[in-house]
């Protein structure tokens, strides 16, 4: 079947530390992988995608990068900020039209 | 619209109550999924529209749930005879996409901000 497993959080950095949150992943034949972000009182909004094996996904200084021998795609920020604090939620989407969220990360930084 | 909208935002329902949430899809969009989310959890798929086609509603937790899409734009989720565990954030995201679609790439999906459903 298909399934996400990402890190139990909540998370609590400074602001500047360095980010990872990670996420594993059961699929059957190729999915695409995404995170997406969740800010207090607003939906879910795309953060970044990688859609193949060792693809690199993107956004806002964020990145993740898709790796099949682990079957992974933990999340990373060389600084975070403090409008970084939100939810953070890894996905997959096979050949089919369900997507299957990991259960989110909750991330705080503090000044 | 620029967005996906959802109304209400926020709905109180005394157990036994029906109940109709909307969806307003991004304009064009052509394939519009409902998902619920529990408190502390990650949403969970109920169902899906191309178009006004409802191609799956295997997500939907039991008959209780009803969706549609008349029009194949705007789409209405309707919980009758609620439940207290019914009570979660009832998401709706469009695509442009059509989902396993060919072509490659991904099917990015928008979503609205949510209705909260809290069953008294």
């Known amino acids: 079947g298909n399934s996400v497993t990402q890190m139990e959080g909540p998370v609590t950095l400074s602001e500047e530390a360095f980010l990872t949150i990670n996420c594993t992943y059961t699929?059957?034949?190729?999915?695409?992988l995404f995170w997406y972000v969740q800010y207090p009182g607003e939906g879910l909004q795309l953060l970044l995608k990688?859609?193949?094996?060792?693809d690199k996904g993107s956004n806002k200084g964020f990145e993740a990068t898709y790796r099949k021998e682990t079957t992974s795609f933990h999340l990373e920020k060389g600084s975070v900020q403090v409008s970084d604090s939100a939810v953070y939620f890894c996905?997959?989407?096979?050949?089919?039209?369900?997507?299957?969220f990991g259960t989110g990360t909750s991330l705080t930084v503090i000044p | 619209g620029a967005g996906v909208s959802q109304s209400p935002r926020y709905k109180v329902a005394k157990r036994g109550q029906d109940v109709a949430l909307r969806c307003d899809p991004i304009?064009?969009?052509?394939?519009l999924f409902w998902y619920q989310q529990a408190l502390g959890q990650g949403p969970e798929f109920l169902t899906y529209?191309?178009?006004?086609?409802?191609?799956?509603k295997s997500g939907l937790p039991s008959d209780r749930f009803f969706a549609e899409r008349p029009e194949g734009s705007v789409s209405t989720l309707k919980i009758q005879r609620t439940q207290q565990e019914d009570s979660a954030v009832y998401l709706c995201?469009?695509?442009?996409?059509?989902?396993?679609?060919?072509?490659?790439?991904?099917?990015?999906?928008?979503f609205g901000a949510g209705s909260r459903l809290t069953v008294l």
């Open positions: 995201a469009s695509s442009s996409r059509l989902a396993g679609g060919l072509g490659g790439g991904a099917n990015v999906l928008t």
């Open positions: 699929a059957t034949g190729y999915p695409s």
């Open positions: 990688a859609t193949k094996a060792d």
């Open positions: 996905a997959l989407s096979n050949t089919g039209n369900q997507f299957y």
């Open positions: 304009s064009g969009h052509v394939s």
């Open positions: 529209f191309q178009n006004e086609a409802q191609l799956d």
